[in-house]
């Protein structure tokens, strides 16, 4: 099952009652990766007040992991409103963080919940897209003679070559995309090269 992720990093910023609300939302892979990420946006914005964040993992009509932080924030009114908008935005593989510049003025639960909703919905209005095509990857082992054809096989299959080495025989690492993946296989088998599966891409 393909579906859209974040295809570049984007940002929006809103201002309520001289608060300023800027967000960002970009692909990540894991949670590791997003909480490096959110380190590094810390440090551009140390004189912050809070930086808030939210974020999907997989397939968006099942996630497979999310997450969400207040970071000093009223429980409840930053991280869960930012993940509520991504969880209705049909997108997977994506982080926000919203950091938010105090104004003065407090807004109380329902204007910090409204608040970081819409500079969530705001960053996602201008976040472009692409589809995740889940691939699987293969290590392929071939005659000299049949590398070409492979290559051919490959190119048919929306496949990408990502090693190639020569010993004795050619081993060639390529990663597939899952509906293509068996038609692939059968070609090898029918030309008696041998191959391993390997892990799946994301």
């Not at 380190?39 to 993992?57: F, G, S």
């Not at 050619?170 to 391993?196: K, M, N, T």
Request: hydrophobic share 40%; charged share 20%; aromatic share 8%.
């Amino acid at each position: 099952m393909s579906y859209p992720i974040p295809a570049q990093l984007a940002e929006a910023e809103i201002v309520i009652k001289k608060s300023r609300f800027i967000a960002y939302a970009q692909h990540i892979v894991s949670r590791e990766t997003g909480m490096l990420w959110l380190e590094e946006i810390k440090q551009k914005y140390p004189d912050a007040r809070h930086h808030c964040w939210a974020y999907q993992l997989g397939n968006p009509g099942c996630a497979t992991n999310a997450g969400m932080g207040d970071d000093g924030e009223p429980s409840g009114t930053a991280g869960k409103p930012i993940l509520n908008v991504l969880q209705h935005k049909g997108v997977g593989d994506v982080m926000i963080i919203v950091v938010r510049y105090f104004g003065g003025i407090k807004l109380g639960a329902g204007g910090l919940t409204r608040a970081y909703g819409q500079a969530a919905q705001a960053v996602m209005e201008v976040l472009p897209t692409e589809q995740q095509v889940p691939m699987t990857g293969l290590l392929v082992y071939c005659d000299f003679a049949l590398e070409q054809s492979i290559r051919h096989w490959l190119t048919q299959a929306d496949g990408e070559l990502q090693e190639v080495t020569y010993s004795k025989q050619v081993s060639i690492q390529v990663a597939l995309p899952d509906d293509r993946l068996d038609e692939f296989c059968e070609q090898l088998r029918a030309h008696q090269c041998e191959y391993e599966l390997l892990d799946k891409i994301q």
